[in-house]
């Protein structure tokens, strides 16, 4: 909680604005990030010490922050809702929330459909809007959600991203409120996370394939391994800076749209990726 700036009244840090004059006061997610930092910055010295007792500890650490300075927010898709998206002025990427009550999309399987919802306000409130993705490198993404994989923009989202160490179903399967602090970082601080996350695998003795250790993706849901990006609130196809695809061969309906959507991308200056 903290007072709004313009009339001096206590405003939540579930708000986005104070509810007396509508000052805006910051994205939800953002805030909950930032009250993580100081016990983030503890878990990053504690990675670096340990890092300290291995060989080329200094070049790792500076290795990871180098390393984190390439990612970006990388939303996947599959061809058909890609090729729609990308040749319509006017669609936004909303929250799955906003796709039910508009009525264009049905909902989940129960079990995920429960557990989405009640992760969601667990993390951040009722009053959440939130659209989902992946920290990833250059050519990565989660198949497990479509062959092609959105790269945003960073100017398209910095401001309103947040960070969690790991998928939000996985995070709420283990924790119970109230939550650990640490796990979360704003954007800019992202390197810190990449830092912690990627540190205390290596400690522990994990490969220091730095890519494959951000993000893990054979198309299964239940074995994906990430960071998981919270942007708060919808993106039109302006944001998207790249498109990596990773088509399946046989679905010739799949080949189509992604031609389509090629088409598209081009016209919208958007560097497209294909990958075998």
Not at 70 to 86: H, I, K, M, P, Q
Not at 130 to 138: C, D, F, P, R, S
Request: a negative charge.
């Amino acid at each position: 909680m903290a007072p709004c700036a313009k009339c001096g009244r206590e405003v939540q840090d579930n708000q986005t604005h104070c509810s007396f004059d509508y000052e805006f006061h910051g994205y939800p997610n953002v805030k909950f990030a930032q009250r993580e930092a100081p016990v983030l910055g503890e878990r990053v010295l504690n990675v670096t010490d340990a890092l300290q007792q291995q060989a080329g500890s200094t070049e790792t650490v500076a290795s990871l922050r180098s390393f984190a300075a390439e990612t970006g927010a990388v939303v996947n898709a599959d061809a058909s809702f890609l090729r729609t998206f990308l040749n319509s002025d006017r669609a936004l990427y909303a929250t799955y929330r906003k796709q039910l009550e508009a009525g264009t999309r049905t909902p989940a399987q129960e079990e995920f459909d429960k557990e989405r919802a009640s992760a969601e306000a667990l993390l951040f409130g009722t009053n959440a809007i939130i659209v989902y993705a992946a920290l990833a490198v250059a050519g990565q993404g989660l198949t497990s959600y479509g062959h092609a994989a959105m790269r945003l923009k960073t100017e398209a989202i910095d401001a309103r991203a947040s960070l969690l160490d790991e998928n939000s179903f996985t995070f709420c399967r283990k924790h119970r409120l109230p939550f650990p602090s640490g796990h979360r970082s704003t954007w800019d601080e992202r390197a810190d996370l990449v830092l912690a996350v990627l540190g205390e695998k290596i400690v522990a003795g994990a490969t220091d394939d730095l890519p494959a250790l951000l993000l893990f993706s054979e198309g299964d849901r239940q074995t994906d391994q990430f960071i998981e990006v919270h942007i708060w609130g919808e993106f039109s196809n302006a944001a998207i800076g790249r498109v990596d695809t990773f088509p399946d061969a046989s679905n010739l309906t799949e080949e189509f749209d992604l031609l389509l959507a090629r088409e598209a991308a081009l016209r919208l200056g958007v560097e497209w990726i294909e990958h075998e």
